[in-house]
């Protein structure tokens, strides 16, 4: 095939332990580590292996957001992918505003595949590509933990709840990944040099001549319910009774 | 008022719990009347179980050779032709609701709101974000359908006792044949599934090996327990996928939960917040899971674990 997108989204990064801020208005992202969605980062490693076995000529990585998201682009083409397109939107969109943005590069990109991650570790959301594959008419392939391209259509292996779901699907297609599909490679730092050459353009969300959707208003944010700490028993006596005094056993 | 379709999930003959948990989240949607969408092919029987669901006003049936799997790409148009008229659009958080419902939503214009774990109003919803670290209220536009999936973990199941009409209705739409479902590999156990059983028993990397899992079978088998697994675990190829828990995995609310040689990442803690009473066994004195456990006991788990399975058979 001639061309894969894959999405970046900037988020927390997976380490950093995420507080609520004080005045239940967001969390705190002042100073705090930010880095590559992994969901998103599994999606460009299979994008690469793709390309690398020649199934497809051409990666390009999307990030939706502020100028700074261009560090995670940079770490894109670092990683392997050929270019970089920023839609700026000054913060991140919500999911359906993405899927528009998506297909809409899909379309002039002429992309057979475009691979996302399965959800992003901020929002927790998980909708974007199942939205894209809805709006496009094109066969969506979620939670992948294995891809077999095959000319004109793919075999996906989907983690669902009571095993391993096989579909076959036509491309163009979307496929949003699981966390077993691949371990990214690390980025070494002559890449790092060789990516700052690599062409990142930017695109405002209405030169692309999509409407952005309206987001849900965040009414607050609140710190989840913590668990108390228990009891700390000796033995499997000490257990079991305990388990017995609760009525478990 | 309210008009809440709940879409069914169901293997082809028997309703999946998940149902009856939405359920249990669309009756705390002030004033509604909630209908039951099962799209199946001869799915009859289906249909009568979620008939029987208490607070289910109808169950709409739609019977079609093309819903003999259920394809997202398959459903959503069906959905969508039978959605006017409804102001809310609900399905299960699980790897069926998941897939299907942002499709829905696309289809209709509006933006999906995830994982609803507490109803705050007709359009007022708690979620949880950033893998449980943070909880957000979020608003709806009440002016658009509200399409959503449920945590099921945060809802307690419906009862059950009704007897609600089943009508036979046809949803006109065009099915594309882009997705063709393959096969289905689904782990075999005559165990208590993971998602609703009442005990549950974790294995984690300490285990070091799927012949060392033996141990967490064995007295799973001795509790009537379902089996789980961290991240770690699974990952080690100590056993399949689909008895992950945590964010990633199951999100899971038994009322006994016994993590085995498991650290406790908050990744996995996520999956396990509401069960009842969890235990720890972990020889680290240190791990993150003993924050969180009612009840812990510091050792080494290849010698208490049989232990307790010995003292619990007896």
Known sequence: MERIIVGLKRVVDYNVRVRVRSDGSGVETDGVKMSINPFDEIALEEALRIKERGEANEVVVVSIGGTECEQQLRTGLAMGADRAILVDAGESVNPLTAAKIFLELANRESSELVILGKQAIDDDNNQTGQMLAALWGRPQATFASKIELNGSSARVTREVDVGLELLDIDLPAVVTVDLRLNEPRYVKLPDIMKAKKKPLDHFAIADLGVDAVPSMTEVSFEPPEQRQKGVIVEDVAGLV?????KGLV | MSKILVVAEHDGSSLNPSTAKCLACAVEIPDAEI????????????ANAAAQLDSVSKVLLIENPANDYPLAAVIAPQLVAIAPGYSHILGPSTTFG????PSVAALLGVNQVSDIMAVLGDHKFKRPIY?????LTIEAPADSPLVATVRTASFKTIGSGNSAAVEQISAVAEIPDHTRF??????KSDRPDLQTASKVVSGGRALGSSENFDIIFKLADTLGAGVGASRAAVDAGYV???????????IIAPDL??????????????GI?????IVAINKDEDAPIFEVADVGLVADLFQVVPELQETLES
């Open chain 2, 131 to 135: 893998a449980g670290n943070a909880v």
């Open chain 2, 273 to 277: 917040k509401d069960a009842g009473t």
């Open chain 2, 98 to 101: 998941k897939d299907l419902m």
């Open chain 2, 240 to 250: 399949p996928n689909e008895l992950q828990v945590g964010q990633t995995g199951k």
């Open chain 1, 241 to 245: 009774s305990a388990l017995k005094d």
């Open chain 2, 182 to 187: 393959v096969e289905l590999r689904a782990g």
């Open chain 2, 257 to 270: 939960y016994i993590a085995i040689g498991i650290s406790g990442a908050i990744q996995h803690l996520t």
């Open chain 2, 35 to 46: 209908d039951v969408a099962v799209f199946a092919d001869g799915g009859g029987e289906i």
